[in-house]
């Protein structure tokens, strides 16, 4: 589907990718509804978005309350008159540590996040997208969706599900208009840490010398719109993603070993 003159609701619009989703967007000539829980980033957004403010809007909305997620809808389709395409972006990490550790108001949050909010937020626009004439709908897992790391558990769960509800969701709409993409990022050079208030521990800078290569925030965008184009079915966005996929189905016991080695040293003690 191309984007060109679509509509487009994009998800955690209020930084990082999703920010740059938001803008790539734009640039290629579509219309954005950029939705976030953050006022203040979400006007960020809006800013840098200033010539094209005819085509964006930004929602402030809690997409793990379902209630308000029906109400975005509305607010969306009122503004906009149409909706073709969703890109559920929005998530956060866990406190990075053992889930021996981990309290159960982490675990919820982490799981209404990532997993109900992007089930939210398809349960509202997937009627409406199935009238259009086609239709779109990406929702990003994580490469912590297919492989284990440790002291990121629960988050890995919860990408797992949205692994595998947005592959069943795409087996039962084969035969509709709506097509649809799930998206591995690999390590990406975000506030991702900070944006879900567990410090600044593991934050990845792109311009550091890292074993985790770190992509930008705006060419992960540009992968993932050009992905929503090509009507790609499973998307790996950096070579570490690929890479780690590759060598999981090759070896699951190496690769967790190597993983533990990785990022053992990150666990909280």
Not at 28 to 50: C, F, H, I, S, Y
Not at 135 to 156: C, D, E, K, R
């Amino acid at each position: 589907m191309k984007v060109q003159g679509k509509v487009m609701v994009v998800t955690g619009a209020g930084n990082g990718i999703g920010r740059e989703l938001a803008l790539y967007l734009l640039s290629k000539g579509a219309q954005v509804a950029g939705v976030d829980l953050n006022p203040d980033t979400l006007e960020g957004t809006a800013k840098m978005a200033r010539g094209f403010e005819n085509r964006f809007s930004g929602f402030v909305t809690d997409i793990s309350d379902g209630g308000a997620v029906l109400a975005l809808e509305k607010e969306v389709l009122a503004q906009f008159g149409a909706v073709d395409g969703l890109i559920n972006n929005a998530g956060i990490i866990q406190p990075f540590t053992r889930l021996n550790e981990l309290g159960l108001p982490a675990i919820q949050r982490v799981i209404n996040v990532n997993l109900l909010g992007t089930l939210f937020v398809t349960k509202a626009f997937l009627p409406h997208l199935l009238s259009r004439p086609e239709a779109h709908i990406a929702n990003l897992s994580s490469m912590g969706g297919f492989v284990p790391f440790p002291g990121q558990t629960m988050y890995g769960a919860a990408k797992a599900a949205v692994k595998l509800m947005t592959e069943g969701l795409a087996s039962e709409l084969i035969h509709t208009n709506v097509k649809v993409t799930v998206v591995f990022p690999g390590a990406i050079a975000t506030n991702i840490s900070a944006n879900s208030g567990v410090g600044s521990k593991i934050n990845i800078d792109a311009n550091r010398g890292s074993r985790m290569v770190a992509l930008s925030a705006a060419k992960a965008a540009q992968i993932i719109v050009n992905g929503i184009e090509r009507n790609t079915k499973r998307l790996f966005v950096g070579i570490d993603s690929a890479l780690m996929d590759k060598l999981y189905r090759l070896s699951p016991s190496l690769t967790a070993r190597l993983l533990v080695k990785m990022m053992g040293p990150l666990l909280q003690s």
